[in-house]
């Protein structure tokens, strides 16, 4: 099965201190805290497809398990980074001071970024 799917955002934990801790502006943290994210996976063997939608705001990050790729972060920068893939079901990377881990299991997906010791978690369902 793999990730390949359509996901929903159910919930969301941290979210504002995660995204001031970024440097996201005040005015786009509120703007984003309410709004439901949609995930669209494509996996086909180790090429991946991630296109995350959160209102008018689109981010498409398109990677290669243990290649270096450029990838969006969530304050718009650009960082070239590593994807890895732990097993079947668990992808980490590090984005400059950023560490996101997704993980699938079943319909559900979640993915933790840790910066420093604030953490974000979002659980997304399968649609």
Do not use: C, W
């Not at 790729?69 to 969530?74: F, G, I, K, N, R």
Request: charged fraction near 30%; charge should be neutral.
């Amino acid at each position: 099965m793999g990730f390949t799917g359509k996901y929903e955002l159910q919930s969301h934990e941290n979210f504002e201190r995660f995204m001031k801790a970024v440097g996201l502006p005040d005015e786009l943290i509120e703007k984003g805290k309410d709004i439901k994210s949609i995930s669209e996976i494509v996996q086909n063997g180790k090429k991946f497809k991630v296109t995350v939608t959160t209102g008018s705001k689109v981010i498409t990050n398109e990677f290669t398990i243990g290649e270096e790729a450029e990838l969006d972060t969530p304050t718009g920068e650009k960082i070239k980074a590593v994807v890895q893939m732990e097993g079947d079901n668990k992808l980490t990377v590090n984005l400059k001071n950023i560490k996101s881990v997704t993980e699938i299991n079943g319909d559900i997906i979640t993915n933790v970024m840790s910066l420093g010791d604030i953490h974000y978690k979002r659980i997304s369902k399968r649609i």
